[in-house]
């Protein structure tokens, strides 16, 4: 399976599917929980397609940066679609990715919203945490 869709698919399994805009905590999202400005309903079909847009750029970006293997790089994909860019770029995760086993620890303090621990984000995390730290096997990789 091609890396952008595995990664669409670990991140849509959390975010979940509306056809409708909805406030979530300080943006309006739709679909997979792609950023809206506009008050329309999209279908499922038109969200994949806006999450793999957005997945591939966020992707590209980490590979440019930083060297990680396809498990790490669903595992921070999804952190930074969830985090924002921003966020992620200065998020103690990406701080200590020269030391995997610390990087991976820290993926569980991003599961607060509001200063408040929220089970999808806590169960999110510990779920980025497992696909991070899962080593790749040679045929793994190499049926990509």
Known sequence: ??????IAFFIAGFEGFSHAPYFDRNQYTVGYGTRSTEQICITEKEAISQLMDIVARHAKRIQAKYEVNTNELIALTSLSYNLGQTAF???????????????????????????????????????????????????????R
Do not use: W
């Not at 399976?1 to 595995?6: F, G, R, S």
């Not at 086993?101 to 089970?119: I, Q, T």
């Open 1 to 6: 399976m091609d890396t952008i869709l595995q």
């Open 89 to 143: 770029r200065k998020s103690s995760v990406v701080k200590n990715l020269k030391n995997k086993p610390l990087a991976a620890k820290n993926f569980e303090k991003y599961r607060f919203s509001n200063g408040k621990p929220l089970s999808g984000l806590i169960i999110r995390r510990a779920a980025e945490r497992k696909m991070f730290s899962t080593p790749i096997t040679q045929c793994h990789e190499n049926m």
